[in-house]
């Protein structure tokens, strides 16, 4: 993303820069189509001037031809240089009104991109917050299996103390009957023995 990101803004930036650049060839190209107007303006002007001077006999008809055949070989020079410059302008206009398009196309997919990226993160944000829930449930319930667990391995544990007591009880309980047993086995042989003789 990051990469797609500065590429973006690299194209971006050009894009910037080709329509400054544009834009100050329109500039450039409209100041020269503006000095050929007033240039052409004073040579119509001049032409009638010379045409005034003309009516009034100031100089010769011959004199006059000439000038008037040079400012129009002027004129028109300066009419194919307007023509040339406004054919400039337009094509500089062109190219300004492609570099916007251009720039407002990588503009809406920079904009894209980052909301998909957005949506993206915000995807895994969610996601990763369900999983640590679900861990911290698990969590949760881990820790109170251990608590059920130790409870209940302390209740064994109490139970198995108080049947080894009990055992000991009955061990001892068990002895002093073996004792009693033998010690009335004995008497019998003694009270069988009397009892014979």
């Known amino acids: 993303l ?3 990101l500065e590429a973006s803004q690299s194209e971006c930036r050009n894009l ?3 329509g400054f650049r544009l834009k100050a060839g329109l500039e450039e190209t409209t100041e020269q189509l503006d000095v050929v107007r007033r240039e052409n303006k004073n040579l119509a002007d001049e ?3 010379l045409l005034d001077q003309l009516g009034d006999g100031g100089r010769s008809i011959h004199e006059l031809d000439k000038q008037r055949r040079r400012l129009e070989v002027e004129k028109e020079e300066l009419q194919a240089a307007l023509e040339e410059a406004e054919g400039a302008l337009e094509t500089e206009e062109n ?3 492609r570099a916007q398009l251009e720039l407002g196309q990588v503009r809406q997919e920079i904009d894209r991109r980052m909301a998909e990226k957005e949506e993206e993160f915000n995807n895994t944000r969610k996601n990763h917050a369900r999983a640590m829930d679900s861990m911290q449930a698990s969590l949760e319930a881990e820790q109170r299996a251990k608590a059920e667990a130790l ?3 302390k209740k064994l544990e109490g139970e198995i103390n108080e049947l080894e007591i009990a055992l000991d009880h009955a061990n001892k309980a068990n002895s002093e009957a073996q004792k009693s047993i033998k010690r009335y086995q004995n008497q019998l042989r003694e009270n069988e023995c009397s009892y014979e003789e």
């Open 2 to 4: 990051q990469s797609e």
């Open 16 to 18: 910037n820069a080709e």
């Open 47 to 49: 032409i009638k001037d």
């Open 95 to 97: 190219k300004v009104l």
């Open 151 to 153: 409870r209940i391995k």
